[in-house]
């Protein structure tokens, strides 16, 4: 965003593990940040509103300049009755859907991929979280963007989600797509999970190892994300990246693998498997379309758009966390 200067950047899903990162990086960059909460607003940095009743304080939207959408039922956090399904659903479609038309209620005439000095005061690009889950559950050949979706729950889900979006995208809006895969952080996600078990000695392999994960360090998704809000490596370029982006490091690592190198890290041994059976009674459907899920993908877009990742080998992503 160095070409345009600081600019008004709403976000959404602000306390979360990457939205907490996120608005700390958008204020160090001298960005003023209105982060939407469901809550009674706690100062001039926060603004209300409440999807599921279609409802948004349009004073917040008025003069923004871009958006950064992470609201969502968190996929792994509860086992998946069909109640929690419609959640997981709803929470993503409805939301999604209010900011999109929103923001689009705000636009003015442009063309497509204006910058921010462009459209000064009126939405020029809206971020919107989406996840890997559109390949399904089985890519064990490497694969872009371009892929198309695969089938379960999730990619259904996802396919919704990045369709809710439209109503941006047809106002004259850059819109992109963040498909993120798991995030590696000391204090939150997949990562955090895992540590005391590794610490202990006690990790191991999820299920056979032999599932791809296509993670990304914390530090590398929220540089990612600031990339993105510029466009890329160039004004020029910028206004091009737009639809879908893998949020991945260019190097995924089997389950084995990454167990391996984890205790590796910490100096600790990695001989404890956890069965598939065993994590099925823990998690239950979130087991077969999340941990052991294989999805070998590759973030072509961030590449090609000049996006240098900090910690591209998980090795050096772990040791540099912990």
């Known amino acids: 965003m160095s ?3 600081p600019v008004r ?3 959404t899903g602000a306390s979360g593990l990457l939205g907490s990162a996120l608005v700390a990086a958008l204020r160090a960059d001298g960005h003023e940040v209105v982060t939407l909460v469901r809550r009674e607003p706690g100062g001039s940095g926060e603004a209300r509103w409440d999807p599921a009743r279609g409802e948004i304080d349009a004073t917040a939207v008025a003069g923004v300049d871009a958006a950064v959408h992470l609201a969502g039922a968190g996929v792994g956090d509860r086992r998946w009755t069909a109640d929690y399904r419609s ?3 709803d929470s993503r479609v409805r939301g999604t859907r209010l900011l999109a038309e929103t923001l689009a209620a705000n636009a003015s005439p442009a063309a ?3 910058s921010f000095s462009e459209r000064r005061g009126r939405p020029a690009v809206l971020l919107s979280a989406s996840g890997t889950g559109w390949y399904g559950l089985k890519v064990d050949d490497p694969v872009d963007e371009s892929a198309p979706a695969g089938s379960g729950f999730l990619a259904d889900v996802v396919r919704a989600w990045e369709a809710a979006t439209e109503p941006a995208a047809a106002a004259g809006l850059r819109v992109c797509l963040l498909r993120t895969g ?3 952080a ?4 997949v990562l955090a999970r895992q540590l005391p078990l590794f610490r202990a000695g006690l990790g191991g392999r999820l299920g056979s190892g032999r599932q791809w994960l296509s993670w990304i360090g914390i530090d590398d998704w929220v540089a990612a994300v600031r990339f993105l809000l510029a466009g890329g490596s160039g004004a020029d370029e910028g206004a091009r990246v737009a639809g879908p982006v893998n949020l991945v490091a260019p190097n995924p690592a089997t389950g084995a693998e990454f167990a391996r190198t984890l205790g590796a890290v910490l ?7 956890v069965p598939r059976l065993a994590l099925r009674a823990v998690v239950g459907g979130f087991t077969d379309e999340g941990v052991l899920a294989s999805q070998r993908i590759v973030p072509r877009v961030l590449l090609d758009a000049g996006f240098h990742f900090q910690h591209p080998d998980l090795a050096d992503a772990l040791r540099a966390m912990l």
């Open 9 to 11: 950047i709403i976000v």
């Open 182 to 184: 798991p995030v590696l």
């Open 3 to 5: 070409q345009d200067g």
């Open 186 to 189: 000391r204090d939150g996600g």
């Open 267 to 273: 100096h600790r041994p990695a001989l404890v498997p």
């Open 87 to 89: 959640l997981i659903l």
């Open 112 to 114: 497509p991929g204006a």
